[in-house]
């Protein structure tokens, strides 16, 4: 079965600062890895969407990387803003199903 | 493209009844998933749809628990005879006929069972 663990839980970064927030989950045999992110009360946002054959991807002041043999991914948020205060949560697709399996998610809060 | 819609957006209930969400995926996407969201805790998977055909339904869909998608367009999640534990957000998503793609999820539906 799969696990996904995201750490840290929370974080709080004075704003303008670069972060890393990691993900690592159990069943190396992924389709996709998706990283989202979550206001207070509301839906989930797909923020970047690696397929199992690339390493990463960018948009912007975001980069998520993908190392499959080693069950890990991060995002990099750069030169962080109040705006990005929100949860971010990554989530696995198993080459088996169409499930998402998601981690419990990391809180962020960016301090002006 | 309007994103995918879900209804009520709140909803209080006795313990007891019955309540029926509903979510209308982006239109022309194929694929439809409900997902159960409690506070502080990612999202857990409760069941998928390709078209009218409901093809995976996860062990935490009890028995209480009914979806459907009668004609592959607009969803329904009915949960019968609520208890205190169903309360919690309840996700609708949508993703396009092509497999791996991005999922878009909706602004969800709250419950709070009383």
Redesign the interface.
């Known amino acids: 079965k799969q696990e ?1 663990t ?1 750490i840290p839980a929370a974080l709080s970064v004075p704003e303008g600062e670069n972060l890393v927030l990691n993900c690592s989950f159990t069943d190396s045999a992924i ?2 890895l ?1 990283w ?1 992110r979550q206001d207070p ?6 923020l970047l ?1 690696i ?1 199992s054959s690339q390493r990463e991807q960018t948009s912007g002041r975001l980069n998520a990387s993908l190392d499959k043999s080693s069950g890990r991914s991060t995002l990099y948020i750069a030169a962080s803003q109040p705006g990005d205060s929100a949860t971010y ?1 990554c ?1 696995v ?1 198993s080459n088996a ?9 990391t809180r962020l809060m960016v301090k002006p | 493209d309007t994103g995918v819609s879900q209804d009520p957006r709140h909803k209080i209930t006795k313990r007891g009844q019955n309540v029926t969400f509903r979510c209308d995926p982006i239109s022309e996407h194929n694929r439809l998933y409900w997902y159960r969201q409690t506070l502080g805790q990612g999202p857990e998977f409760l069941t998928y749809f390709q078209n009218e055909a409901q093809l995976e339904k996860s062990r935490l869909l009890s028995d209480r628990f009914s979806a459907e998608r009668p004609k592959g367009s607009f969803s329904t999640l009915e949960i019968q005879r609520t208890e205190q534990g169903d309360s919690a957000m309840y996700l609708c998503a949508s993703s396009p006929r092509v497999a791996g793609n991005t999922i878009y999820f909706g602004e969800g539906s709250w419950l709070t069972v009383v």
């Open positions: 996904v995201q389709y996709n998706q989202f009360g509301k839906g989930l946002t797909s969407l397929q949560l989530a697709k199903g169409n499930m998402l399996t998601f981690g419990g998610g």
